[in-house]
């Protein structure tokens, strides 16, 4: 056994305690999250609330997300899915409202033996682009599900039409007719491509 082989991610219940010397604290899992994951108009963390949205639809809530996975989802029958997330509106002081653009740029892939392929290409089968489209920070909510829109796109649409692009905007995006839906429409729309 390889002693610095990977850690299997457990999913957390927020009630595991903090300890020091042995002895319980009184700090658990929960006040972290409360502590680090309150801000969720933030770029970084309305990512993986998208991502959790999304894996909210295809029922694969019980494993925990991974890092540094290829792809950010994978459905029960197989299917990779990467989830793209951008919003108008900032945590910030903004002058004007944030351009909606999404990462697309073609990636490496790591294997389980931490070696690198040699190809860099884009490693989901289909691409879910998440907008936070609400413009009013007075009533922002990222949990109110009714406040995004979703793109759904099949990655060889993005390998067709936009093979080394890295970016794409919301108008880009559009032209290449992704099915454009709301959150009660993401399953059958998944479940269409699976």
């Known amino acids: 056994m390889n002693p610095l082989q990977a850690v299997k991610t457990a999913k957390k219940t927020g009630k595991e305690p903090f300890v020091f010397d042995g002895n319980e604290m009184p700090l658990n899992v929960l006040s972290f999250w409360q502590w680090s994951s309150s801000e969720l108009l933030g770029n970084a963390l309305r990512g993986v609330l998208a991502e ?35 919003a108008y509106l900032q945590s910030w002081n903004q002058t004007e409202l944030s351009k909606i653009i999404f990462g697309i740029q073609p990636t490496v892939l790591w294997d389980e033996n931490n070696k690198r392929s040699e190809e860099a290409k884009r490693q989901a089968d289909v691409y879910v682009f ?65």
């Open 52 to 86: 959790f949205i999304v894996a909210s639809t295809i029922d694969v809530l019980e494993q925990p997300r991974e890092e540094w996975d290829a792809y950010d989802l994978i459905t029960k029958s197989g299917l990779k899915i990467e989830i793209k997330s951008s």
């Open 130 to 194: 998440c907008v936070l489209a609400h413009k009013d920070k007075g009533t922002v909510n990222p949990l109110d599900l009714s406040q995004w829109d979703f793109y759904v796109l099949d990655t060889k649409v993005l390998n067709d039409k936009v093979p080394k692009q890295k970016t794409i905007t919301l108008s880009s995006l559009l032209k290449l007719n992704p099915s454009q839906i709301k959150y009660d429409g993401l399953t059958s729309e998944i479940n269409k491509r699976q």
